[in-house]
């Protein structure tokens, strides 16, 4: 199968040594999580100086991961999507070897670049399949509380940051120089788009509605409440509400409808409920009392993203069709018109990254991040139009992979891989996961997430002799 898990997994693990193995995967995989939420933190206002070594600050405890997996014997087997992704990944190194041994765009140290984007494309695509095979129901429990603890701190640094002026050390960081500072976009005249703790308004955004996505979970299910305490699911609601309002970003409002619709749909496509009708009821009357609540207790951030909204809208309504929605969707299609126009090895591995920017790197005379403005297009960019349109379809099919599971799992009663999927299936799709360091990790982590709380419960169920719980159809991510 392509994705999933053997039923031997579905057991406990029992043997002492491998529990003990499995106990520091998790602890790693943990720390790799609270690391891409507050790296930001230290980049920005700890250790600004060598803000650009940090961002790497997370990839030595990945590989950590990776090693302490296989030494345990708990390296993910029999998934042919990961087996699929390696393969990719060993053709990147060629294609990568090709483009430094060809020439082609003039990089200053081509061979640090090429590595840089390797490590963006398939330095993190393994863990989702660990994370999958390792987490037990009381590791996604943690994630989802150190999510609600941070969420408080989290609220009142984004309203700090949103009333401080742009380019204040709170908005912009502690570095001496605008290359070591961190300018977010502006709002309005007066206010930005928080960036919480994260060095890009993209991290935020994805701390949100993933946010969102596990809170929802867990209110709507009885058994994933139980592994939090009630006082945690009330302020990191509270919390992840006010993140959401002073969000300042279509993104997460368009994501978190998104996530909204997921989550009715699974209350109404949910197995053995009968309180079905009244869950609805009440997840229809928070949304509808959170819509009534927002303009009149956060004015000023309702009034800026309504300005913001507008002002972007008639933008965008001149060059899509469809205003915000044809831009996203334009992103589906946008990597067809370079096909023709890229060598067959590509520009350069790495070179349609946010990094390219920072060094000034040009494709005739343009960024190349403006050349390639959607993960569609970097891939033809960086890979080549064979290459390139072979990861494209990887993508597709693991969305589609990961889809399928979280159905199963839903048909099964488990709403929380459903809604984890609600956050993660668009960024595994079509989001910057090669070309944004935030949206790289926490695609890839929650997409593990997703896979891990589905197991779980499949595996509570398998104790139970009356359920069923073979598959309608064939999973594939088995």
Request: hydrophobic letters at 55%.
């Amino acid at each position: 199968m392509l994705l999933g898990q053997p039923v031997s997994r579905s057991a406990p693990i029992v043997d002492g040594s491998r529990d003990w193995y499995r106990i520091w995967v998790v602890r790693a995989i943990t720390l790799i999580y609270v690391l891409a939420i507050l790296e930001g933190v230290l980049r920005k206002w700890l250790l600004p100086s060598y803000s650009q070594l940090l961002f790497f600050i997370r990839d030595p405890v990945v590989l950590a991961a990776y090693v302490v997996a296989v030494a345990g014997g708990l390296w993910p087997r029999g998934r042919a999507l990961l087996y699929v992704g390696l393969i990719l990944a060993v053709a990147a190194l060629v294609v990568a070897a090709g483009q430094l041994a060809f020439g082609g765009t003039d990089v200053e140290h081509p061979m640090l670049f090429a590595a840089y984007g390797w490590r963006n494309y398939f330095l993190y695509l393994p863990l989702a399949f660990v994370v999958a095979d390792v987490f037990e129901a009381t590791d996604i429990a943690r994630v989802i509380r150190i999510t609600l603890l941070l969420s408080l701190p989290i609220a009142v640094l984004v309203i700090v940051q949103f009333y401080a002026p742009l380019d204040s050390w709170i908005n912009v960081g502690l570095g001496d120089s605008p290359q070591s500072q961190f300018a977010g976009l502006a709002l309005t005249e007066d206010h930005t788009r928080p960036m919480g703790p994260f060095t890009s308004n993209l991290g935020q955004r994805e701390y949100v509605v993933s946010g969102l996505a596990m809170i929802i979970g867990a209110w709507l299910s009885e058994r994933w409440r139980m592994l939090l305490r009630r006082r945690e699911l009330v302020v990191g609601t509270l919390g992840m509400l006010t993140c959401l309002a002073f969000s300042g970003s279509r993104g997460v409002v368009i994501n978190t409808g998104i996530l909204t619709v997921v989550a009715i749909a699974a209350i109404a496509l949910q197995a053995g409920q009968v309180h079905r009708g009244r869950a609805l009821g009440w997840f229809a009357a928070i949304v509808v009392v959170a819509l009534v609540a927002y303009p009149l207790v956060f004015p000023d951030s309702y009034h800026a993203i309504a300005t913001r909204w507008q002002v972007a809208d008639e933008f965008e309504s001149t060059r899509f069709t469809g205003g915000v929605f044809g831009r996203a969707l334009y992103g589906l299609v946008d990597f067809l018109r370079l096909m023709d126009e890229t060598p067959l090895l590509g520009f350069g591995l790495g070179l349609g990254g946010n990094a390219s920017t920072l060094m000034g790197l040009l494709i005739g005379g343009e960024s190349p991040v403006s050349v390639a403005e959607t993960d569609w297009a970097r891939h033809i960019v960086d890979l080549g139009p064979v290459l390139g349109l072979m990861y494209l379809v990887f993508r597709v099919a693991l969305t589609i992979a990961l889809l399928r599971e979280a159905i199963t799992s839903l048909r099964r009663g488990s709403l929380m891989s459903f809604l984890i999927f609600g956050f993660v299936g668009s960024e595994l799709l079509a989001g910057q996961i090669t070309g944004q360091g935030s949206v790289n990790a926490y695609a890839w982590l929650f997409a593990g997430f997703c896979l891990a709380s589905a197991r779980q419960h499949l595996s509570h169920e398998i104790s139970n002799p009356n359920v069923d719980t073979k598959p309608r159809f064939p999973s594939l991510l088995r």
